[in-house]
């Protein structure tokens, strides 16, 4: 039986920007972190929302509200009205789903599925989105200089400077590029 490779999740602390994250380097070779059902199951799970089982049809709404959340993130970090149809997706998808907030005995905040569904779970998303596109959270939704990601992520640093959505993977990478650039332009010189 062959063992099936599937990329590792990149989690943050934001529930919104880590979902959007599950599809990375959009334009550059795209890289689809969760391309099966139970894939995503196990990114639910991962992200204390799990649920019973996703089918085919639950995984490709799923990516229709990772698509819409980006585009109205991609929106906002670069101050365009919010785009209607990502919108309406995320409004449908946090008003179709059962869900509440719970305070644990630690003092933080953590969701209760209705249900061990997909659906539950996708209203907990949109409702996190939503919460972060309207502003109420600290911080700034930027985009990934990078330009083959352009991820959204949440710029909570001083000044509201950062350029990199994980400066493990973008960041790092685009060092090295300047790095190895500067090496061979002063090999250049030395010739």
């Given at each position: 039986?062959?063992?099936v490779?599937?990329p590792?999740f990149?989690l943050?602390?934001?529930?919104t920007?880590?979902?959007?994250?599950?599809?990375?380097?959009r334009?550059?070779e795209a890289l689809e972190?969760i391309p099966?059902?139970?894939r995503?199951?196990?990114w639910?799970a991962?992200n204390?929302?799990?649920v019973?089982?996703c089918s085919?049809?639950?995984?490709?709404h799923a990516?229709?509200?990772r698509e819409?959340?980006?585009?109205?993130?991609?929106?906002?970090?670069?101050?365009?009205?919010?785009p209607?149809p990502?919108v309406?997706?995320?409004?449908?998808?946090?008003?179709h789903?059962?869900?509440?907030?719970?305070?644990t005995?630690?003092?933080?905040?953590?969701w209760?599925?209705?249900?061990?569904?997909?659906?539950?779970?996708?209203?907990?998303?949109?409702?996190?989105?939503?919460?972060?596109?309207a502003g109420?959270r600290?911080?700034?939704i930027?985009?990934?200089?990078s330009?083959?990601?352009r991820?959204a992520?949440?710029?909570?640093?001083?000044g509201?400077t950062?350029?990199w959505?994980d400066m493990n993977?973008c960041?790092?990478?685009?060092?090295k590029?300047?790095f190895?650039?500067n090496k061979?332009?002063?090999?250049?010189?030395?010739?």
């Amino acid at each position: 039986m062959a063992v099936v490779y599937f990329p590792e999740f990149r989690l943050g602390k934001v529930l919104t920007t880590s979902f959007t994250g599950t599809l990375s380097e959009r334009y550059g070779e795209a890289l689809e972190r969760i391309p099966v059902p139970s894939r995503f199951a196990d990114w639910l799970a991962v992200n204390g929302l799990a649920v019973d089982s996703c089918s085919q049809s639950q995984l490709d709404h799923a990516r229709e509200l990772r698509e819409a959340i980006h585009a109205a993130a991609t929106a906002v970090a670069i101050h365009d009205p919010l785009p209607s149809p990502a919108v309406d997706v995320i409004n449908d998808c946090s008003t179709h789903g059962l869900a509440s907030a719970v305070l644990t005995a630690e003092g933080s905040r953590e969701w209760r599925l209705g249900s061990a569904s997909v659906e539950d779970a996708l209203s907990v998303i949109a409702a996190d989105a939503i919460s972060l596109l309207a502003g109420e959270r600290e911080g700034k939704i930027s985009l990934c200089a990078s330009p083959t990601c352009r991820a959204a992520f949440v710029d909570t640093s001083r000044g509201h400077t950062r350029r990199w959505c994980d400066m493990n993977t973008c960041g790092n990478r685009e060092k090295k590029a300047r790095f190895l650039a500067n090496k061979r332009a002063k090999s250049g010189l030395a010739d």
